[in-house]
Every structure is written in C-alpha cells, then in structure tokens.
Nanobody
Framework: VQLQASGGGLVQAGGSLRLSCAAS????????VGWFRQAPGKDREFVAF????????DYADAVKARFTISRDNAKNTVSLQLNNLKPEDTAVYSC???????????????????WGPGTLVTVSS
C-alpha cells in the first residue's frame, strides 16, 4: 500500500486543521493506520491509531480530547481532525499502515511496515 498525507499548513493557536491520509494499492480495509509526528530536533512520536474497520481508536495523552481520527474505507482515506491546536503541536505529521498490527504495539513506529511522506503543521502563538 502507498500512503500520502496532506492537509498541513500554518494556523494560529486555538485553530483547527484536518489532515488526510490517502492510500492506494491493496484493499485499505485490511490495514490498521497510525499517525505520528516529528517536531524539529525531536524524535518521532505516536499521535493516534485506528483499527482497520474503525472500531477501535487510541490517542497519545498530549492530544486526547483535541484530535479525532476517523476513516472511510470506501474512499481509502484516514483523517485526523486537529482542534484547539497549540504551538507544541508543530511538527511533520505522517501516516503509517500495517496489516499485521498487534494492539499492544499500536504506538510503536516499528510496528508499521508502510509509511508515506508527511505534511507539515505549523502552529503560531
């Protein structure tokens, strides 16, 4: 599967953005998907996760109640709604997919086989 993230941009603190992860290739509904981000000078970190059928989701503590992950398998897309953005949310956001994910490994980037180019989110104060 090939992935491409989009939707990033410059936004003021308190604003919102909607990121999309578009997939091509094999049946998207067979893949669990995660969003990760990497801020300048920092390691990549887990942001959110959604199961292949969309029944289970998970979030990093830093984004809970502000970010929402969803998917539309008919359109081969996973979305990440970012609300109440903070300057510390500034990062390159990437989506990743796995067809062999173990629930306990969902926040570990090593658990994902497929990655796409990221999209930059910049939040100004």
């Amino acid at each position: 599967v090939q992935l491409q993230a989009s939707g990033g941009g410059l936004v003021q603190a308190g604003g919102s953005l909607r990121l999309s992860c578009a997939a091509s290739g094999r049946t998207f509904s067979t893949y669990d998907v995660g969003w990760f981000r990497q801020a300048p000078g920092k390691d990549r970190e887990f942001v959110a996760f959604i199961r292949r059928r969309g029944g289970n989701t998970d979030y990093a503590d830093a984004v809970k109640a502000r970010f929402t992950i969803s998917r539309d398998n008919a359109k081969n897309t996973v979305s990440l709604q970012l609300n109440n953005l903070k300057p510390e949310d500034t990062a390159v956001y990437s989506c990743a997919a796995s067809d062999t994910m173990i629930w306990s490994n969902r926040a570990n980037e090593d658990g994902y086989r497929y990655w796409g180019p990221g999209t930059l989110v910049t939040v100004s104060s």
